[in-house]
């Protein structure tokens, strides 16, 4: 009878031991799926970034990579399934900059960076679904084509033309802060 209880003991024992290391390794190799990106920005990404520095720097912060659905939001639509349906639609797509009042953090516009990807059918429609979401919830949005190298006073005018500001305003900015 005692041998008997021993092996229950030890067979619950070993059972127990089983099933932490089953876990642990299930845990391990859920949390080995994902590796950190080397590089958050491309080179021709980081290349515009540099130069939108030097173009509006100092008047707005700016942030790469931006989720849609961070700057703006569905209207009440329906209740709460259109609200997520419209929600949904968003919720995946990303911006290329997002330049905010660097107080406020108010959006002020969106710049996206504009390469021959852009060219395609399926791409073309995304920018335009993007661009009139933009649109709709008032936030200016310029499109830039990729350059190996850009014009300072190029592209500071037409960032300023496609936000309406005039340059007053962007060196106003740029002194307040």
Known sequence: MGTLIVVAVLLIVVCAILKLLVEGKSTSQRDGNYE?????LTPAEQAFYRS??????????IFPKVRLADIIRPKSLNGRRGYYAAFNRIAGKHVDFVCVHPATM????VIELDDRTHAQENR???????????TGAAIPICHVQVKREYETRALHAQITTA???????????RKSN
Do not use: C, E, N, P
């Not at 073309?124 to 933009?134: E, G, P, T, Y």
């Open 36 to 40: 950190a990106q080397v590089i958050l």
């Open 52 to 61: 939108l520095q030097k173009a509006i720097g100092g008047a707005f912060t």
């Open 106 to 109: 108010k959006v002020l516009g």
């Open 124 to 134: 073309k429609s995304r920018d335009h679904f993007v661009d009139s979401a933009l």
């Open 163 to 173: 936000f309406k500001f005039s340059t007053t305003a962007i060196d106003y900015y």
